[in-house]
């Protein structure tokens, strides 16, 4: 089933630097995200992805570059980092369903310093389109340190809690998701964004909310450049727009079923995961990617220990999900 690269990056036209960082949990996510990504991005470009952790198995690490693999445009790096930010971590106001490894994104501008500029990603999510055109139109010597994207549907800011420990001003710089976004490297490292970030959130643990999208946010505020809307959906929006497409403040009802009928990205934000909660909002479409990785039964035998859960996974299926996929998931049986 798996072969070696017979391609070498120098006979692409470019390479595509994807970093994404998480701990041994999140293994089945990065096997989806790496493989729905892969699939759907041009072809033309190579993609090399890394991993930033620190406790990602030897043999999770294996079988992650057996997944990439099948893709010869692609490879898979690992980087067991150093720096340790799990006593910040522990300090921080709001671990939530967070980790430690949300830190490690400052760390990418010095960690991948042969690139000028990177995709940084969360794990939890799959890909439903091309992630190369954003990258490539986002150029380095613009004056920004980030290309991100404003969620649709949601609105942290407008909470209350928020005004309980930020400034007006503060929360006016709160604007994109911390998710998924295109660092220019090049310009963080001249201005050395890693420090003022590193430097930010150690002043400041014991009041952040979205403890990593908070920093970015107030450090790189006006120099940050606006994605496309459909380049990072989080699934909740489903939910939120069933009805119609209005109600967004800064998107149009326009903007927002553009948005939700051609994502890139689907980000299955909050605390349940497809592969553990199996009929959150768009679960029918992790399953459909991850049904096609060497992961699936790790779902579907190892994580559940029940003796009627394959049976119930089949018949929630069948009850939810359209038929070309039911077929799908019975022809891996």
Known sequence: MYYNLIMTISE???T?????MFNNNYVIAAAVAFFSMLKNADKKYFYSLYVLHYDITTENQDRLKKQVEIFENAELNFIN?????KDLFEKTKNQSHFSCEIYLKYLVPILLEQYNKSIVSDVDVIYLGDISKSFVDFKTDENNYLAACKTIGKKHTTKSIYYKFFSKSEINKLKFAGGYYIQNLKKMREDNIPD?????TKDNYQRLLQPEQDVINIVCADKIK??????LVCTYA???????YNGDSDFSSEEVQFA?????QLHYAGKEKPWKVFDVPMSKQFFYYLSQTDFFYDVVVNTVKKPDYYKKIFRMHSRKFDKELVLYLQSRK
């Open 196 to 200: 003022k970030l590193i430097e930010f």
């Open 12 to 14: 692409f036209e470019n």
């Open 16 to 20: 595509i630097p994807v970093v994404h």
């Open 260 to 264: 939700l009928e051609n994502p890139v």
């Open 238 to 244: 489903y939910e939120m727009f069933k009805e119609d």
């Open 81 to 85: 980092v150093e720096d340790n930010f």
């Open 226 to 231: 606006t994605l496309p809307v459909n380049s």
